[in-house]
């Protein structure tokens, strides 16, 4: 069963941007967006949101919305580096017209 974690970062640069970590099958797939009418782009994550990432599942650990088995493959997970594989519909190649 997939997870779906978000929050909101600010960048002096880019300014206020959403951002995703959807955690299905073994794998971390970071997204952001800026904007309401903007399309999710893969997102490079930083260790504040890898740090971030560990800290909203450990919130969900004692209301029983994660298990334990859970938590330890998001801790074992967000160690790794790059913005992680993109799988499942959006990753299927679009045919040949």
Wanted: proline fraction near 8%; glycine fraction near 10%; avoid cysteine.
């Amino acid at each position: 069963m997939g997870m779906e974690f978000g929050w909101w970062n600010r960048d002096p640069a880019t300014g206020k941007y959403e951002v995703k970590a959807l955690v299905h099958g073994g794998n971390i797939e970071w997204r952001r967006h800026q904007g309401h009418h903007t399309p999710w782009e893969p997102h490079e994550p930083s260790d504040e949101d890898r740090t971030r990432l560990v800290a909203e599942a450990e919130r969900r650990l004692p209301r029983r919305l994660i298990t334990q088995r859970q938590f330890e493959e998001i801790r074992q997970l967000s160690s790794q580096s790059g913005p992680g594989k993109i799988t499942g519909r959006r990753h299927r190649p679009s045919p040949d017209l």
